[in-house]
């Protein structure tokens, strides 16, 4: 079973073999943590998501998706890009947020990796309320099971999603 842990912190800072980055459609940087990790990692990762811009992801990465490139400059081997959805009200989006999860545990497992550093996807500017965001990451990665990956660490950025996420881990025993 894959042990889950949570820090309080910079996900650009962990060193483990793979960060997944809430990456926008585009592929080529943008806001928060998909700004901080192409800061971080600098124009090696801006590359090679332009490379696959040029071949498989001609319209960017669908929601929901997992694509991995190269770290840069990051202390990890791999980036796992993938775009969460846009919080609505009106429309229950979350099999998409849950795809995002199993979708970049797919992609670790076929790279290989130990441990993977996840960010709280979706819950910053795409508006996804941050404890029913903490209950679907945690539950999706529980209910996934991959063949290498042996740690999924949770960084959250500030005490509030720290707390959600620890209430989550919790009542998920």
Known sequence: ??????????????????????ANSSLLGGGGVDGAIHRRGGPDILAACRELRASHYGKGLPTGQAVATIAGQLDARWVIHTVGPVWSGNEDRSALLVSCYR??????????????????????????????????AVRTVRETATDSVEEVRFVLFDDYAYGEFAEALAAQG
């Open 103 to 136: 979708e970049a545990l797919r992609v670790a497992g076929e790279l290989g990796a130990k441990t993977v550093a996840f960010p709280a996807i979706s819950t910053g500017i795409f508006g996804w309320p941050m404890d029913d965001g903490a209950r679907i």
């Open 1 to 22: 079973m894959t042990a889950i842990t949570l820090v309080q912190g910079d996900i650009t800072g962990q060193q483990v073999d793979a960060i997944v980055n809430a």
